[in-house]
């Protein structure tokens, strides 16, 4: 015969009902915000530009406590292409184990117009990203329009590199937000890294690789490319991808600077993903 000590069954299924209760507390408890002190923020400037135009941005993720990087891309005015697209990843990468050796701990990559187009790609290569920040992205080598302006410079360019011309320079047309242009002499491998309408810099190859980085898109209102986003690269991502558009009341060139207190409190928002 089983003999049933007195209160024994009721402070079992207390017992019971306490771990159920706590188990579900913990799982109803939101997860950890980023935390700016441990993230570092990659801040890209847009063609023929430089850190200035993204410092209000910079200044704005400082005072908010994020770690930031500002490289001089290879896209700036005063560098002038003398690095590929692919060979800019690299510099990000540079970049952000400077952040890590100042003791961040997380990586954001965000950038403006070809700063955004790069941030995309370098999410979409697979590094351990937090988040990836898309302000006014712009460079569609992927579109109709741009394929129909720079024909001529793409062929030459393919002709040079099929015939192990790739790094002979020659004078290329570069074309710029707003209907500007500027022939710049130029690598034709360099070219191509950005104008190859299937390269490393068309966003809708980059954006249909893209996994679990959280992504935020910056649309300002009174820039035509955002129309242009939406239509080639938007439908591109992946139905997993978590894509956030924010709207700004700015044209091109100055979406950075409107957006920068929305994207300082969408980055704080974030939950915090492990340590990489």
């Known amino acids: 015969m089983t003999r049933t000590v007195p209160g ?43 850190t200035d135009s993204i410092w209000p941005l910079a200044q704005t993720l400082r005072r908010a406590g994020f770690l930031v990087a500002t490289p001089n891309m290879p896209w700036s005015g005063s560098r002038r292409y003398d690095h590929g697209f692919t060979e800019a990843m690299g510099e990000i990468d540079a970049a952000a184990a400077h952040l890590k050796a100042e003791g961040a701990r997380r990586i954001v990559v965000a950038g403006h117009s070809l700063g955004a ?3 995309l790609h370098y999410a979409s290569l697979g590094r351990p990203l937090a988040a990836a920040v898309l302000i006014a992205p712009g460079q569609f080598p992927d579109g109709a329009v741009m394929r129909g302006k720079d024909a001529d410079d793409l062929a030459t360019a393919k002709a040079m590199v099929a015939a192990g011309k790739g790094n002979e320079t020659r004078w290329f ?10 022939s710049i002499r130029m690598r034709a491998s360099v070219y191509l890294s950005y104008y190859a309408p299937r390269g490393p810099a068309a ?8 996994g679990a980085t959280p992504i935020l898109w910056v649309a300002p209102t009174a820039d ?3 129309d242009v986003f939406a239509r080639l690269v938007r439908p591109h991502f992946p139905a997993t991808a978590h894509v956030e558009r924010i709207d700004v009341v700015a ?26």
Do not use: C, E
């Open 173 to 182: 047309t570069d074309y710029n937000n707003g209907g500007r242009s500027r």
């Open 251 to 276: 044209d091109h060139l100055g979406a950075p600077t409107a957006a920068r207190t929305r994207i300082v409190n969408w980055l704080k928002a974030l939950p915090a993903p492990a340590a990489r």
């Open 203 to 210: 966003m809708s190859v980059s954006a249909a690789r893209i």
């Open 224 to 226: 035509h490319l955002t």
């Open 117 to 119: 187009n790069a941030a």
């Open 8 to 50: 024994a069954g009721r402070r079992r299924w207390l017992g019971i009902f306490a771990f159920l209760a706590l188990a579900a507390a913990l799982m109803a408890r939101p997860a950890q915000a980023l935390d700016p002190a441990t993230t570092g923020v990659v801040v890209m400037h847009g063609k023929w530009g430089n």
